[in-house]
């Protein structure tokens, strides 16, 4: 009895149950729902204190899920397209905590392009999802800014636009971890959320999550069927933890390893072609090249470890600034008659 | 270091029917000319002389090339306000020159630049010329520094012709230039060589004099910027996110500027504080409303045109009951309007900033000594009433330097609302993120970084209840709405009490508030002196306190002066004492220049006098 119970509760006595969130009310089998499992996973696996993660969202079916994972940990749902900006803010008050961002196509790539890109040149640490469905999910299956050009919805003709692609965006704008995944793949979302977990500054995941209701058509290419037929995964991607000292046996020349900030490491193992996602010039050529084919790419696209982090450049006390004593921030009385004396 | 020694003392016997120490004086220059070191060399020498004075840049939204004047006052009696009429003119602008000329009041004068010519056409007044050019060729300055310099030929020979106490410029620019001899002495060489040049070569024949007095004795000068970052300072600002907008720069450029002198921790050496330049206002407030419900005394500044990107956050903010502090330095709009000019016209946009029933707590500092206090007491209020905190100010208290008494410590505690940490929750019952435990309309609110497992909640723009959880009960709805009522009635009660100055036999009254306070004093004084004795209150927050409706309940009538077009304040005050409304009458301004006392007398005169 005693070793079944054991078996559900992670290395700081957390059960499963302390990483959800209230039930979802997103339609069944959205894509949503199967990256909110695997960010309940992901964080029960690594032992994270729920009150050590803060999540954030902007607007959209997708930035509804805050509310369906961590219901114990702390979270905003902020203004369509502007989370970026809230969570910059939010994260200056304790950089002790690990911001997990939950974002919509429309929210970040339509409103919300231009605080997209400037969180990226801040180097905010903080995972960022994007669950990028081609549509507007909330309002009703409007064409996104990521739709492919040509698709026709119903009651919304044809989408005459190219598209904008979330990677080449976060790769230009200079994101220090870059990954794309599909929901229909939900161990490498888990694995590569634990290694955004693990990142020192922005973790850019880009997450084809189809929505049923309104763009998972077969020939669609933000559905589920679209995302069996074409993902083409870079790697075989599994995180490996500081404490578990796991010797893969990889043969030479066969992967690849990352090393993280933390001590954990990414174990990259080569499935059909060479990639290197520490190398940021070669990867418009893979991604058009894969555009031309067809191909959905997935994995670790590009990853910088080395790059400092927003707070890096701040030089904070130790202790949170929200834990900061009246003392600390009121200058002391004396100081004001140099002020005044600086007044002319 | 060089003195300026000048022979003015020859002209200490002034005849009577001199003018001193109470006239304007008007430079008319280029802008990006570099004539800003020498009109606050100057305003800094007369303040130093003790004569009450004060210097308003007038300027274009242009970097280099439009015309630009800069106005200095002097007034024995302590007025501050700007004047309408111009008693001394510095021409260093050939464009303006004939309009300068004519702007003069009969008897003025009229110093200009020799190399500018154009025509003398006034009989009415007296004109000396300054080889401006000439002495900043034959000084030592380089080149490079030559169009600066050449500025100070007209400081120098302001110090021969007016009087002006060579010691006090020698101060003046040893501030400005922080102590640095080698500016210092480039400086004040060609001021010295003016000076002369204009001994030997001047005849005085005008009536305006400046003498040492002794009445700015203990005050200080300052911008309004300055000290609304000072202040905030003070009261524990501890992130500032801002996007670079004319009048509002200066003042988190301020926060910069002092802050790692006054909140680097002396022991560790560490910033108590972080500032971030934003991408734009929404992002800059969407930082400040972040920090804010993160637990830290946050805070934005900008204008009109980033008031209204804001609108978004501020409903947020005011709905999920998060504390911020967001500065609005007024320019006149609409849009980009007159950028450079100053203006009222975002009263009733920043009240009601928001969608939905959104209204907020608004500070009106008076002078800059208030844009301090104010600056720190925002904290305060934002944190203890859990809402976004607007200050109002305008350009022309933000940017020009005004004389205005030191700034006091704070002579309160910190206050930091109601907060709960993981010791607070030993033993509490129940908890509710928007539960109104204390009947206040305010409830507790816990921080990220709290770890204890209760502490934590989804904070959200959506319809939400007591316990942060989503709702679109129609029921629990009203009652979130009612309780950000009571919370704001509660607020109330606390707002800074209005300013009220009374005079025996008055029949009227007058409400204004912000940057008109100097002209609306000078004007009653002198509508006393044509019999009309007024009341004044000025209005220091919003929503109003009973003292604001009692003033209002008074008087026959009550007259609201404001700079902009639609009476915005009157507006205000007329949906808070209804029955009253038709004995409140509105008088506005609003051309982008600061009000004058002479206007204000007239519009009232006139109102009464009909
Ligand atoms: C300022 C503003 N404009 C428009 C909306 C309406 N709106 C809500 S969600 C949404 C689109 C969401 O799309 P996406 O981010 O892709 O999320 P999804 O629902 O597809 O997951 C829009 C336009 C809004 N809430 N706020
Ligand atoms: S509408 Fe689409 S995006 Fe929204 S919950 Fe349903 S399936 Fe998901
Ligand atoms: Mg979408």
Redesign the interface.
Known sequence: MATKKQSKINLINLSKSDYRG?PTTLCQGCGHNSINSQVITACYELNI????I??FSGIGCSSKS??YFL?????????HG?????????????T??TGIAMSGDGDTISIGM??F??VMR?NLPMVYIVANNGVYGLTKGQFSATAEEGLALKGHGQNPYMPIDIIWEAVVGRATFVARSFAGDPKQVRELLKAALSHRGIAVLDIISPCVTFNNQDDAHHSYAWGRNHEVALHDLSYVPLAEDIMVDYDEGESKEVDMHDGSRIMLRKVASDYDPTDRSTILCMLEDANTKQELITGLIYIDTEQQALFDT?????E?????T?D????R?E??DK??AM?? | MTTVETKIQSNKAIASGSVVNDFSISVATMNGSGSQTSNLTLLRALFKMGIPVSGKNLFPSNIQGLPTWYTIRVSKDGYLARTETIEVMVAMNATTFAKDQAALVPGGVFFYADDIKQAITRKDIVAYPMPVKKLAKESDAPASLRTYVANMVYVGVLVQMLGINPQRIEQALDFHFKGKEKPIKLNLDIIKKAAEWAEENLQKSDPYYLEDLDLTEGQIMASGNTAGALGSIYGGVQFVSWYPITPASSLAESCIEYLPMLRTDPETGKNTYAVVQAEDELAAIGMAVGAGWGGLRSMTSTSGPGISLMTEYASMAYYAETPVVIWNVQRMGPSTGLPTRTSQGDINLTYYLGHGDTKHIVLLPGSVNECFELGWKAFDLAERFQTPVFLLSDLDMGMNQWMTSPFKYPDKEIDRGKVLWEEDFEGLEIWGRYLDIDGDGIPYRTLPGNRHSQSGYFARGTGHDEFANYTEDPDVWVKGMDRLLLKFEHARSVMPQPEIVKRKGATIGVIAFGSTDPAIREAIDYMSEEDLEVDYLRLRALPVVDEVRDFIRKYEHVYVVEMNRDGQLHQILSLEVPERATHLISLTHNDGLPLTATWIKGAILGEERN
């Open positions: 209230a204190l729920p009150e050590d803060v999540k805050p509310t219901g114990r940990s702390f979270g905003f749902n902020g203004l502007r989370m970026p900006s809230l969570a910059t803010g939010a994260l200056f008050a304790d002790s905590l231009g605080q890109k400037h801040r701040y030089n904070l006390p130790e949170p600034l929200n834990r900061l009246n600390r921030i009121r200058p009385r100081t004001i002020v005044n007044m002319f």
